[in-house]
């Protein structure tokens, strides 16, 4: 690989519905910051050069103290009000880099992404400009319309539920974000979502993401998390 690999853990987020004092990525599981935990998975990992921390504005210090011990990491910037402002920081942060970069954009609210996971996203950006992590859903999935109807239920087989890392080549996720911050009408989502609706013939390859890769979002998260922190990987 010749370009340059760069992930932006994003921990720009408080953490509104763990209702934690602190945001949910400072919180310790296993003896060390969930946010510690993401930034060691993208710095041990082999195909990735450079590591690029969004922190909330309050917690920089904070985060810069917490990825000091981890020699790839090149920086610690201020996030926004919403993901989509604080992937906005992160490119902004990157400006330098070539568009033939890849980047990948993680949720350091998923302490648990893996070697292998990272390694299917790299390896899938060799023949795609985007790529995201996805796992079938075991529950049910419908559409449900404002009067609480169901309105659609799309065949199970063909959904999945997105985790991240989601890779890209920089200029692809550039040129998705420059036209969406054009569009007075821009909702927040994901960046495969931005990419997905600005670029839509550019193909998004979905790789297979793991369980353990959860989010921690609600209290029990935690407690999930912290049972998972000491519980090898092989017992999935
Ligand atoms: N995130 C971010 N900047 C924001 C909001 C979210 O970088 N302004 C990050 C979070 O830190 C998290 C990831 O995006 O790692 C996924 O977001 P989410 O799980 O929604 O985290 P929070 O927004 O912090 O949680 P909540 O929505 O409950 O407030
Ligand atoms: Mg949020």
Redesign the pocket.
Known sequence: MAEQTIAV???????????APA???LIEVGGRPI?AH?IAAFDAHPGVDTVLV???AGHLRTAAALAAPFGKVGGVVE?????????VAALRALEGHPDTARVLF?????PFVDAAVIGRVLDALEGYDAVAVGVPSSDTIVAVDEDGLVAGMPPRASLCRFQ?PQGFRLGTVRAAYALALADPELRATDDCGIVHRYLPDVPIRVVEGSERNL????PLDIVLAEHLARTPAATD
């Open positions: 853990v994003l921990a720009g987020g408080i953490g509104q519905r763990v209702g945001p949910k990525q946010l993401a969004v922190m909330a996030g926004g009000d919403t993901r989509t402002a604080s992937t993680h949720d350091a609210a998923r991240t989010k921690v979002t609600h």
